[in-house]
């Protein structure tokens, strides 16, 4: 059965250093969604990504952040200067439509990034 | 702003007992519903989608209920196992918000426990 992977599972940075998450969705879906969960709290939506371009983002998605679907397979998540505050677990998304039962969102086994 | 609630944050039951876990969401104008799993560290595995013309959903043992004017949804999984102790986390997708790809408000889940 097709799956979203991340890599790599875990990440370890120093504050102030560059992180890149790695994410292959799921071969045929066009949507693709970045999402955290900070140890002990609710998952929280990122920044959702559709036709090359950012479709809609939270307010945790600042100018440190930037996404990119650098060829046909993989998607990126970028923070640029990492705080201890993003220490958290990633998942990537992916879904097939924007409607109907294709809307259905699946997930990837997540990223989990240390800042120390 | 929708809101996202889960009660109880945790449950333990004996093996075999049916049992029903709680999700409330203060705006009823939502596109849709998803329930996952997500076991420790692990990443989230949707379980099922209701849509907001649908009343529920079955899948195996579980069954999803969605009461859109009272604010409600529901998981009921029968003969419960220990294999069914995870974490069980619902999501709403607005139609007032989130833009037409949408992204997923949480809640902050249910442990639940199965003893064997």
């Known amino acids: 059965e097709p799956e979203v992977t991340q890599t790599p599972s875990h990440q370890v940075t120093q504050m102030g250093q560059e992180v890149i998450l790695r994410c292959v969705p799921i071969s045929n879906h066009l949507y693709f969604y970045w999402y955290r969960q900070i140890l002990g709290q609710k998952v929280e939506f990122l920044v959702s990504?559709?036709?090359?371009?950012?479709?809609?983002k939270s307010e945790i998605f600042d100018d440190q952040f930037s996404v990119e679907r650098p060829d046909g397979s993989n998607f990126t998540l970028k923070i640029r200067s990492t705080k201890l505050e993003d220490s958290a677990m990633y998942f990537c998304?992916?879904?097939?439509?924007?409607?109907?039962?294709?809307?259905?969102?699946?997930f990837g086994p997540g990223t989990r990034l240390t800042v120390t | 702003k929708q809101e996202v609630t889960q009660i109880p944050a945790a449950l333990s039951v004996p093996e075999g007992e049916n049992l029903v876990l709680n999700c409330s969401f203060t705006d009823s104008a939502i596109y849709n519903l998803q329930w996952f799993r997500q076991d420790p560290g692990k990443g989230l595995t949707s379980l099922l989608l209701i849509q907001s013309s649908q009343r529920e959903q079955t899948s195996g043992r579980l069954n999803a209920s969605l009461d859109k004017s009272s604010g409600r949804s529901t998981l009921y999984i029968a003969a419960s196992q220990p294999g069914d102790s995870a974490t069980y986390l619902c999501a709403a997708r607005g139609l007032n918000y989130g833009g037409s790809q949408g992204n997923l408000i949480f809640g902050k889940g249910t442990k639940l426990s199965v003893k064997p």
């Open positions: 998304a992916s879904s097939e439509a924007r409607g109907g039962p294709s809307y259905e969102q699946y």
């Open positions: 990504f559709y036709n090359n371009e950012i479709s809609e």
